[in-house]
């Protein structure tokens, strides 16, 4: 499986070093492990795993530019895409938001296992994140599998700055999501969104979504949980 991932950072010109492969293994073994306690992937196959975890997380490395230097994981769980990215990148400083306890426990122990100095958790709602010190600092926000387009708008667009651009890696249903969030993406100062088609080993329609950060967000977004209530912008 290392040449699948030595083949997705060199799509990023990364080589993709031995170290960093060793670690990219051993942050699985950390995963495994701590999902016999906790429910933190539904995958049980390591060779799928290693496909579907740090082979996608790897997709996003083509768009994150080469002199980004912040990015933010929102909602990280495991710490897939935050923690391969941050191994395999060691020149960003990454920021892993996850608001449920365990999960964020997890993160803070894999990282410090890893040895991952570029790395930090906030073990808090994004919401809460995006109106604090950390708004609009980071080059590149991303998600994956944490909820529709409208919702991961208004959460991770505050906190890019200006000039960068969020990354939310999707599946088909994308096309249906995007029109949703077009108010939630104007709101928040995202631009057109782009669609990349992302090529992986034994998936179908697999996207990562790109939306330029071209303008300052709304200081009303995101709204609070207790405001919002699970109702997106509309």
């Known amino acids: 499986m290392h040449s699948l991932w030595i083949e997705l950072c060199g799509r990023a010109s990364l080589q993709g070093s031995a170290e960093q492969l060793r670690q990219l293994d051993r942050y699985l073994d950390l995963l495994f492990d701590a999902n016999r306690r906790m429910n933190l992937t539904r995958l049980t196959d390591r060779a799928v795993a290693q496909v579907s975890h740090i082979g996608d997380a790897l997709t996003v490395l083509p768009f994150i530019p080469s002199d980004a230097r912040r ?6 769980g495991g710490g897939c895409p935050g923690i391969p990215l941050a191994i395999v990148r060691p020149d960003l400083h990454v920021t892993l938001i996850e608001a449920t306890q365990k999960k964020a426990a997890f993160l803070t122990e894999a990282v410090k296992e890893l040895q991952l100095g570029n790395v930090s958790v906030a073990p808090q709602r994004v919401e809460y994140v995006a109106h604090g010190p950390d708004r609009e600092r980071f080059d590149i926000a991303v998600a994956r599998a944490v909820a529709p387009m409208d919702f991961l708008a208004e959460w991770c667009l505050p906190l890019v700055k200006v000039g960068g651009s969020f990354l939310a890696m999707k599946g088909p249903r994308v096309a249906e999501e995007l029109p949703l969030a077009k108010k939630a993406i104007h709101l928040t100062g995202g631009g057109k969104a782009v669609i990349h088609p992302v090529q992986l080993p034994g998936t179908d329609h697999l996207v990562v979504v790109q939306i330029p950060k071209i303008a300052t967000s709304d200081s009303r ?14």
């Open 71 to 76: 990015l933010v994981d929102v909602g990280s």
């Open 221 to 234: 977004y995101p709204r609070p949980p207790t405001h919002a209530k699970g109702k997106p912008l509309a």
